[in-house]
C-alpha cells in the first residue's frame, strides 16, 4: 500500500492507494486500486476489497496510455522540484488530485472522490474527499511506495 501521510502527527490524514488485478476490456490493459483517505478517526474508501464487488472498482489504465507511469513522473518532477504543482484524474474518473508545493518542503494534498462514478458508470461532480498539508520526505516515501506497488 501506498500511503502518502500528513505533517500532522496530532490529528493525522493520509492518501492510500493499494493495487489491485490487472483487467483487460475492450482491447485495453486496467489496473484495479482501492482508495482510502482517512483524516483522524474518519475514513473514506472507494474500491475492490475482499468482497469482489465490481461495482465498486476504481481503475487505472495501464495501456494505451499508462496512468500509473503519468502519475509517478508528475510526483517525480515535484519531488525533483522542476514542478510546483501536479493536477491528476484518471481516464475512469473515480478521483481528483492536486498536489502543490507550499515553501521550501511544504506539500498541500486536495483529494476529491467520485464514487458515483465507480458505483454507478457515471461522472456525477459531487464528491467527498480530503486536503492535508504534507512534507517533502513524506512526497518521497509514497512515491516510492507507489512505484514499489504497481510496479514501475
Not at 514542478?83 to 502543490?100: H, K, M, N, T, Y
Request: net charge negative.
Amino acid at each position: 500500500m501506498a500511503i502518502l501521510r500528513s505533517e500532522d502527527q496530532e490529528w493525522t490524514s493520509s492518501l492510500a492507494m493499494t493495487c489491485g488485478e490487472r483487467r483487460q476490456m475492450e482491447g485495453q490493459d486496467w489496473r484495479e486500486f482501492k482508495l482510502t483517505l482517512t483524516s483522524g478517526e474518519q475514513t473514506i474508501s472507494l474500491g475492490n476489497d475482499a468482497s469482489g464487488d465490481e461495482k465498486e472498482g476504481c481503475l487505472l489504465c495501464l495501456s494505451p496510455d499508462n496512468e500509473v507511469a503519468k502519475l509517478v513522473k508528475l510526483l517525480e518532477e515535484l519531488a525533483a522540484r522542476t514542478r510546483d504543482r501536479v493536477l491528476f484524474e484518471p481516464a475512469e474518473p473515480s478521483f481528483e488530485l492536486e498536489i502543490a508545493r507550499s515553501g521550501p518542503d511544504g506539500i498541500k494534498v486536495y483529494i476529491w472522490i467520485d464514487s458515483g462514478n465507480a458505483k454507478t458508470g457515471i461522472y456525477r461532480w459531487d464528491a467527498a474527499g480530503i486536503r492535508f498539508f504534507t512534507l517533502q520526505e513524506h512526497l518521497v516515501s509514497f512515491l516510492q511506495e507507489l512505484k514499489d506497488q504497481f510496479a514501475c
